[in-house]
């Protein structure tokens, strides 16, 4: 839909978070640096980071793949956070931020592989927890309750984002699940440096099979993976400064802590299924409890900024009935479709977004000196309608960084692709400066 007015409402104490793609009224942006500390800190911790700090080890020493997650989590959590200012200046979501880069209609694509891409990481979240939680109840049940821990976890993740961040962030997530969550995290950091062979374990050298610049990359992709979403939370901020030191501070600790865990411990616990050997520790089974019940955060926000970004498509849709169908449907296909089945063609559709906030990123901060006109997002022949509603220079510029990520990918994949596409994108973006006649005028008010 391309209509000139919103339909989607002004927000209320009693029902946040309504405003679509419009910007929120500065009286609700209440969340500040704490708030969002604590938002990014939870959601940069969980089975999938643990699992995924596995990949490091053994290709890389333990003294080695520690730099690599630091390196790549300093990088990758600035890149989060500085996207993220862009919804704290104007206190629009991530996907309309789109459409001064790349035009209104030019923003669709990447609000359709967004949208697939959020309902395909909602359901994957929703089986990991549904099979964990059935790991753990299958020995005393005596039978596979799969199907229903898929019922439950899928409705709590789907009512999570029914209540908005807010709420989710000052009722769930500070109230209970960051304090479950350190206090599990705390217990299996000492699991692992108690290890009678620990400090031999640090320095043993790794077998050589993973480039060091590509075990950075790998880290990077985590923190990237949310720069899709992260507008659509940033846009609550009190302050920018608040929301982009709470974001970059609260992701960078959890992401090294958990990166760095699933490291450890799969070479601490001598592992090849680095759950079941956490479950065979004492209090194993409790802390992967915690982590399964911490997990829903992360659905949460799966479900939530997919009903958000659909907003950029039909700015009629309200919020929570987009986020039950999105709800449902995530739960409906873990229920119905194999987990093997996603891996792959989700990182796939995640390797377009490192060079799409390339672009963004060149043209907000460079480009338009953090200066666009978010009344007129959807005006269709306005400022961002360019031409036929498409702003070909951003979308070149978007293209040869996808074309760079794969190519790096395929031919030097030591270096990896993260940080060069970005940078091309970045630079391109940049060098094609023609479009920049539809910024503000120098001395023009700025962002709404």
Same mark, same amino acid.
């Given at each position: 839909?391309?209509?000139?007015?919103?339909?989607?409402?002004?927000?209320?104490?009693?029902?946040?978070?309504?405003?679509?793609?419009?910007?929120?009224?500065?009286?609700?942006?209440?969340?500040?640096?704490?708030?969002?500390?604590?938002?990014?800190?939870?959601?940069?911790?969980?089975?999938?980071?643990?699992?995924?700090?596995?990949?490091?080890?053994?290709?890389?020493?333990?003294?080695?793949?520690?730099?690599?997650?630091?390196?790549?989590?300093?990088?990758?959590?600035?890149?989060?956070?500085?996207?993220?200012?862009?919804?704290?200046?104007?206190?629009?979501?991530?996907?309309?931020?789109?459409?001064?880069?790349?035009?209104?209609?030019?923003?669709?694509?990447?609000?359709?592989?967004?949208?697939?891409?959020?309902?395909?990481?909602?359901?994957?979240?929703?089986?990991?927890?549904?099979?964990?939680?059935?790991?753990?109840?299958?020995?005393? &049940? $005596?039978? *596979? /309750?799969?199907?229903?821990? !898929? %019922? +439950?976890?899928?409705?709590?993740? @789907?009512? =999570?984002?029914?209540?908005?961040?807010?709420?989710?962030?000052?009722?769930?997530?500070?109230?209970?699940?960051?304090?479950?969550? &350190? $206090?599990? *995290? /705390?217990?299996?950091?000492? !699991? %692992? +440096?108690?290890?009678?062979?620990? @400090?031999? =374990?640090?320095?043993?050298?790794?077998?050589?099979?993973?480039?060091?610049?590509?075990?950075?990359?790998?880290?990077?992709?985590?923190?990237?993976?949310?720069?899709?979403?992260?507008?659509?939370?940033?846009?609550?901020?009190?302050?920018?400064?608040?929301?982009?030191?709470?974001?970059?501070?609260?992701?960078?600790?959890?992401?090294?802590?958990?990166?760095?865990?699933?490291?450890?411990?799969?070479?601490?616990?001598?592992?090849?299924?680095?759950?079941?050997?956490?479950?065979?520790?004492?209090?194993?089974?409790?802390?992967?409890?915690?982590?399964?019940?911490?997990?829903?955060?992360?659905?949460?926000?799966?479900?939530?900024?997919?009903?958000?970004?659909?907003?950029?498509?039909?700015?009629?849709?309200?919020?929570?009935?987009?986020?039950?169908?999105?709800?449902?449907?995530?739960?409906?296909?873990?229920?119905?479709?194999?987990?093997?089945?996603?891996?792959?063609?989700?990182?796939?559709?995640?390797?377009?977004?490192?060079?799409?906030?390339?672009?963004?990123?060149?043209?907000?901060?460079?480009?338009?000196?953090?200066?666009?006109?978010?009344?007129?997002?959807?005006?269709?022949?306005?400022?961002?309608?360019?031409?036929?509603?498409?702003?070909?220079?951003?979308?070149?510029?978007?293209?040869?960084?996808?074309?760079?990520?794969?190519?790096?990918?395929?031919?030097?994949?030591?270096?990896?692709?993260?940080?060069?596409?970005?940078?091309?994108?970045?630079?391109?973006?940049?060098?094609?400066?023609?479009?920049?006649?539809?910024?503000?005028?120098?001395?023009?008010?700025?962002?709404?």
């Amino acid at each position: 839909m391309e209509a000139g007015a919103s339909a989607t409402g002004a927000g209320s104490p009693a029902r946040p978070g309504e405003w679509g793609i419009t910007p929120v009224p500065p009286a609700e942006r209440r969340l500040g640096f704490l708030d969002y500390f604590v938002l990014w800190g939870d959601l940069g911790v969980g089975l999938l980071v643990l699992l995924a700090g596995t990949l490091l080890v053994p290709a890389l020493g333990l003294a080695q793949a520690l730099l690599a997650i630091l390196i790549g989590s300093l990088l990758g959590s600035l890149l989060l956070a500085s996207a993220g200012v862009i919804g704290s200046d104007t206190g629009v979501p991530t996907m309309a931020l789109l459409r001064p880069s790349l035009g209104i209609r030019g923003s669709y694509l990447p609000t359709v592989l967004n949208l697939v891409q959020l309902v395909g990481w909602g359901t994957f979240e929703i089986i990991i927890m549904a099979q964990a939680a059935d790991g753990i109840t299958r020995p005393l &049940l $005596g039978i *596979s /309750a799969f199907p229903v821990w !898929v %019922l +439950v976890v899928g409705a709590f993740c @789907t009512l =999570l984002a029914v209540g908005g961040p807010i709420r989710v962030v000052r009722l769930w997530l500070e109230k209970f699940a960051v304090w479950l969550m &350190l $206090g599990t *995290s /705390a217990w299996l950091t000492f !699991v %692992l +440096v108690t290890q009678e062979d620990f @400090t031999a =374990l640090l320095w043993a050298p790794g077998t050589g099979d993973l480039a060091f610049w590509a075990a950075v990359d790998l880290v990077i992709a985590m923190p990237v993976s949310w720069m899709p979403l992260v507008a659509d939370y940033s846009r609550f901020a009190r302050s920018g400064r608040g929301a982009f030191w709470g974001t970059a501070a609260g992701y960078f600790l959890a992401n090294v802590w958990f990166y760095a865990l699933g490291a450890g411990l799969l070479l601490a616990l001598k592992a090849q299924d680095l759950i079941t050997a956490i479950m065979a520790t004492a209090g194993g089974w409790l802390a992967l409890g915690i982590i399964l019940v911490d997990e829903t955060d992360e659905a949460f926000a799966d479900i939530y900024s997919a009903a958000v970004s659909s907003q950029n498509l039909w700015p009629a849709l309200r919020q929570r009935p987009g986020a039950l169908t999105v709800g449902a449907v995530c739960t409906a296909l873990a229920l119905t479709v194999p987990l093997t089945q996603y891996e792959h063609f989700l990182l796939l559709i995640g390797s377009v977004f490192v060079p799409l906030f390339g672009v963004l990123v060149a043209d907000y901060f460079l480009l338009r000196a953090r200066r666009i006109r978010a009344e007129a997002l959807q005006t269709v022949g306005g400022p961002y309608w360019y031409r036929g509603g498409f702003a070909w220079r951003g979308l070149t510029a978007w293209g040869v960084g996808i074309a760079t990520y794969h190519a790096v990918a395929a031919l030097l994949p030591a270096l990896g692709s993260s940080l060069p596409s970005f940078a091309l994108a970045f630079a391109v973006r940049w060098m094609l400066q023609e479009e920049r006649a539809t910024a503000l005028p120098a001395g023009s008010p700025g962002p709404a």
